[in-house]
């Protein structure tokens, strides 16, 4: 996709065609800041991606924003040479939807983290979500609080022992996948943060979409939950609990059989699914993926639970409707031209209306 896809201004001539002195690498989208992540860190190969993607929008980097909350994952604006803000905890949505509402010249990112997003931004999230403002927001998840040094967060599973839960955390987690379903979310999508070609084709439609986009990342925090998605990274177990979904395409994964397939399969299981082997299950009893069925991406969601066993990866929805921004605009735009025409709404006579009063005292 290109800018002229995203409604944004693009780099070079008249016609929105970068010209050949003007195209971006990723060696522009990079600061001179340090990176200061423990080695080892997921978030590196993200902020790798991120790099490398950004110069295929065709979006003038002037014309992009990343906006943080707090925690490891919020240091990313540092890193990448564009306009960014590191703002308060939990709050980065709130200031993106200023932000968009305002520019609709900008391409506005959100960076978070399980911590940031879902405990004390919790009500930020999804009420950016379920407003639909034009905002893609990358939640890192690994499972813990790692800028504070190891307490559970939203996301750890049951049991999880921490510096703060020393007998196993008691709290049922979150799914943020489920609750941006929930919330109403019109992209939703989940990436590793090793999968880099996974990863891409992910943050590529989620950049295309036009609406809140929300994609969850799954990576490793090595010093305080080392290791806690290396189940789904590599060998034949990782191939049974992966399950990457495609748009239109028959859900079948695993290790290849003998058709040449994945040789598991997902089916419908009375207003659920299940996972069956495919060769035990008729070719039309497989469920096709539809990013425009909001109740199958919600089933989707819930095949994964605490302990990873089915994780489904890619696009969990994807679909249109009217943006929280682009309806703000019309009507401030409707009220300043009723000012001017006989009939209708009028704000100045709004704003000087009898509903007032005066205090005294």
């Known amino acids: 996709m290109t800018a002229l896809d995203l409604g944004l201004p693009s780099i070079g001539g008249l016609d929105g065609v970068p010209t050949t ?4 690498t990723a060696k522009d989208f990079t ?23 950004l110069p295929t929008l ?6 992009t924003v990343f906006v943080s909350g707090i925690g490891c994952s919020s240091r990313f604006p540092y890193y990448l040479n564009t306009y960014g803000l590191h703002s308060i905890h939990g709050r980065a949505p709130t200031i993106a939807t200023g932000l968009t509402v305002t520019r609709p010249d900008l391409s506005v990112w959100v960076v978070t983290g399980d911590g940031d997003a879902l405990s004390i931004g919790g009500n930020h999230l999804i009420h950016a979500l379920r407003r639909n403002v034009n905002l893609k927001i990358l939640l890192f998840n690994n499972r ?28 049922h987690p979150f799914n943020p996948i489920s609750l941006a379903l929930g919330a109403e979310a019109t992209f939703v999508g989940r ?24 994609v969850e990342i799954f ?4 010093i305080f939950n080392d290791g806690a998605f290396d189940i789904l990274r590599k060998g034949d177990e990782a191939a049974e609990r992966l399950i990457p979904v495609t748009d239109g395409e028959p859900i079948r994964f695993g290790p290849v059989g003998d058709d040449g397939l994945g040789s598991y399969a997902v089916v419908q299981q009375g207003f659920g699914l299940r996972v069956a082997k495919a060769d035990e299950v008729d070719a039309e009893q497989i469920v096709t993926h539809d990013a425009g069925d909001h109740a199958l991406a919600f089933a989707l969601s819930r095949l994964s639970d605490q302990d990873l066993m089915h ?5 969990f929805r994807n679909v249109d409707r009217t943006t929280y921004d682009d309806a703000t605009r019309a009507q401030v735009d409707a009220a300043r ?16 209306g009898r509903d007032t009063w005066t205090v005294v005292g």
């Open 337 to 352: 031209q009723g000012a001017a025409t006989a009939g209708g709404p009028d704000l100045q006579a709004l704003l000087n």
């Open 21 to 24: 002195e003007d195209k971006q």
């Open 144 to 171: 813990i609080y790692g800028l504070t040094k190891g307490q559970y967060s939203p996301t750890s599973e049951v049991g999880k022992v921490t510096k703060s839960t020393p007998m196993g955390s008691v709290d």
């Open 191 to 214: 990436a590793l943060d090793s999968d880099r070609k996974g990863l891409t084709a992910v943050l590529g439609a989620a950049a295309a979409h036009r609406g809140s986009a929300l």
């Open 311 to 315: 994780t489904v990866t890619g696009i």
């Open 58 to 63: 065709g979006i003038r980097r002037e014309n």
């Open 31 to 53: 600061s001179d800041q340090e990176v200061r992540w423990c080695p080892g860190c997921g978030d590196y190969a993200v902020l790798a991606a991120v790099r490398q993607f």
């Open 219 to 222: 990576q490793d925090c090595p």
